[in-house]
């Protein structure tokens, strides 16, 4: 079964539910199941954020202007 046929007989078996409090869970779980982007990074990635976050509380900043006129 591929993954639409999948989904549709999920919404399908939902639609003939008629518990509100289990509805309720079901919708949670799918609102709490989002991935979340930072997972998703490599720890390289995560530590270079880390690292200009870092940088932006020292008070390290680069203006766009002066970012263009290096590039420029």
């Given amino acids: 079964m ?8 999920l919404v399908k078996l939902i639609l003939n539910i008629n518990n509100d409090n289990f509805i309720k869970r ?4 799918i609102t709490n199941e ?4 930072w997972k998703e990074l490599t ?13 932006l509380d020292k008070g390290k900043r680069t203006s766009y202007k002066e970012v263009l006129k290096k590039i420029s």
């Avoid at 079901?26 to 779980?29: C, M, S």
């Avoid at 989002?34 to 982007?37: E, I, P, R, T």
């Avoid at 720890?43 to 940088?55: D, F, L, P, S, V």
Wanted: aromatic share 6%; no cysteine.
């Fill in 26 to 29: 079901i919708a949670d779980f």
């Fill in 2 to 9: 591929d993954n639409n046929t999948s989904k549709i007989e």
């Fill in 43 to 55: 720890t390289t990635e995560q530590a270079e954020i880390k690292k200009g976050i870092e940088q």
């Fill in 34 to 37: 989002k991935s979340d982007f």
